[in-house]
């Protein structure tokens, strides 16, 4: 099927070039592990702002792989050719959000846990926050697959990309870090779910709507 | 009522159908059609020239008559004083905030949808002034904020999501140009315009949905208001004031975006011409 080879396309592709997921992975561990010097080692600090740390990392780590998220192919022509494919601008967009999800989100979210216990988070409260990031890296992914079709061809699409996508990724931020800090976090992960079930179809078909734009 | 609806959700469902189909070919006009006849841009500078001086004068007297009653002849509240006057500059520029962005969305659908050209440059003027409407927002939100809340900001959900829409309205205005072939910048912005209207029912329920410091709605369209006429008279005037104020500078904006692109077309031309003699 032609979308499931899109989406084999895309890891394939990233595992050529394996060091652009070491990237973003380092990119996390670090941006988190600055933390802990900024603010002290004190572990009741820690404790407490854990989940907003690695939230917050881990929404900025998934931003770094969008700028070439189309970038490649829009410049060499294959775009098009994806587009000519015969499947639906939306699929070709859903499809790059799922590649996305693979290479960035899913080892994101692997290695949150470990990240979050050297924050000093309560063992407990770690199902909930990979829960709410499971959830939440999926909207990011399709977020960004949505702004990064967005700026494609623009001056400074990199510059400009986060500005876009970063506002409209509040609420995922808001309800994910909320269900790992709250003490039910039930409410908080159903409206992550929600979240979830709009951005699903309405995402790639706005960044359909945008590829088509692109190669106009 | 019925009817109306009836309408609204064939206009709605025809957008969506032309907004998805897969092939790229001239959409039907059928409802677009007859606005199409404003795509002259003489007819537009003609048109908006006429009703221009009658946005612009009623709005600056309408906003200095409502600002001056406010500030001057409404009584002041009986727990905040004097400094609920305020209201008067606060609440119609995020009235307009919330408009000016559901304008921006409308117009972003004309351009989607039906291609219209003069919603493509509405679209780019909208949102710079509508930026600015909602940095007095937040701004005289601010100042109201600090001797009556104690702080000049909290992280409430009105204040988030209005903060947000400001961030939604400069990421368009520097999206849009950030093209060098302006019509991928105004379709890229409608897109993203479109997306960031979900931001709209979030900021309009934020204050019932999460009961923090920042007031529940006190004025609605439907039932009564809880603002003492004294005090409601002056910021209905304001309001309308306001709105009459962005409607005229949009508006003059869009002539000078018409009359700017007759010029470069111009200039072009001319630059041929002389190519050819050359």
Redesign the interface.
């Known amino acids: 099927m032609r979308f499931s080879a899109l989406i084999g396309r895309e890891l394939r592709l990233s595992l050529r070039h394996g060091g652009d997921t070491l990237a973003v992975l380092l990119f996390f561990v670090l941006a988190a592990s600055l933390f802990p010097l900024a603010l002290g080692p004190a572990p009741g600090v820690l404790r407490a702002i854990a989940p907003g740390i690695v939230w917050v990392t881990a929404l900025l780590a998934s931003l770094l792989p969008l700028d070439r998220l189309f970038g490649a192919d829009f410049e060499d022509g294959s775009l098009d050719l994806l587009l000519l494919s015969g499947l ?3 699929a070709v967009a859903l499809a790059k959000a799922a590649g996305h999800w693979l290479v960035t989100g899913l080892p994101l979210l692997l290695i949150a846990g470990p990240l979050a216990t050297m924050l000093g988070l309560r063992p407990a409260a770690l199902p909930v926050l990979l829960a709410g990031l499971g959830l939440g890296t999926l909207v990011l992914s399709l977020l960004g697959t ?1 702004g990064a079709a ?2 494609l ?5 990199g510059v ?1 990309l986060p ?2 996508v ?3 990724a ?2 995922v931020l808001i309800f994910g870090a909320g269900a790992a800090a709250a003490g039910s976090p039930r409410a908080a992960l159903l409206y992550l779910a929600a979240i979830l079930a709009a951005a699903l179809p ?2 790639p ?2 960044a359909g ?2 590829l ?3 190669v ?1 | 009522m019925p009817r109306r609806l009836q309408i609204v959700a064939v206009i709605l469902y025809e957008g969506f159908v032309e907004f998805t189909a897969p092939v790229a070919e001239p959409a039907p006009r059928r409802v677009g059609g007859r606005l199409h006849r404003f795509a002259n841009p003489g007819r537009f500078l003609r048109l908006s020239g006429r009703v221009l001086p009658w946005l612009a004068w009623p709005g600056a007297i309408l906003t200095a008559a409502g600002l001056v009653w406010g500030f001057a002849f409404s009584p002041p509240d009986w727990q905040q004083g004097e400094t609920v006057r305020i209201l008067y500059v606060h609440v119609p520029a995020a009235w307009m905030a919330s408009a000016g962005y559901a304008g921006l969305a409308v117009a972003s659908l004309f351009s989607l949808v039906w291609r219209h050209p003069l919603a493509d440059l509405a679209a780019a003027e909208i949102s710079p002034v509508g930026a600015g409407f909602t940095a007095l927002c937040l701004v005289s939100g601010s100042l109201w904020g600090a001797p009556e809340w104690g702080t000049w900001w909290v992280w409430d959900a009105r204040l988030t999501s209005v903060l947000v829409l400001f961030f939604l309205y400069l990421g368009h205005v520097v999206l849009v140009r950030a093209f060098d072939n302006p019509e991928r910048g105004y379709r890229a912005g409608a897109i993203l315009a479109l997306i960031g209207a979900v931001d709209l029912p979030i900021i309009h329920y934020s204050v019932q949905w999460w009961n923090t410091l920042h007031q529940g709605n006190s004025i609605s369209l439907i039932g009564p208001s809880r603002l003492y006429i004294t005090m409601l008279w002056p910021l209905l005037i304001a309001s309308l004031g306001f709105t009459l104020v962005f409607a005229a500078i949009v508006t003059a904006r869009l002539r000078a975006a018409v009359m700017e692109r007759r010029i470069r077309a111009l200039l072009q031309s001319r630059a041929e011409a002389a190519e050819v003699v050359a």
Request: hydrophobic fraction near 60%; charged fraction near 15%; glycine fraction near 6%.
């Open positions: 639906p601008a939306a949505a967005i700026v061809g623009a001056r400074r699409g400009l500005l876009l970063l506002p409209l509040t609420p309405l995402c078909l706005a709507a945008a088509r734009a692109a106009e």
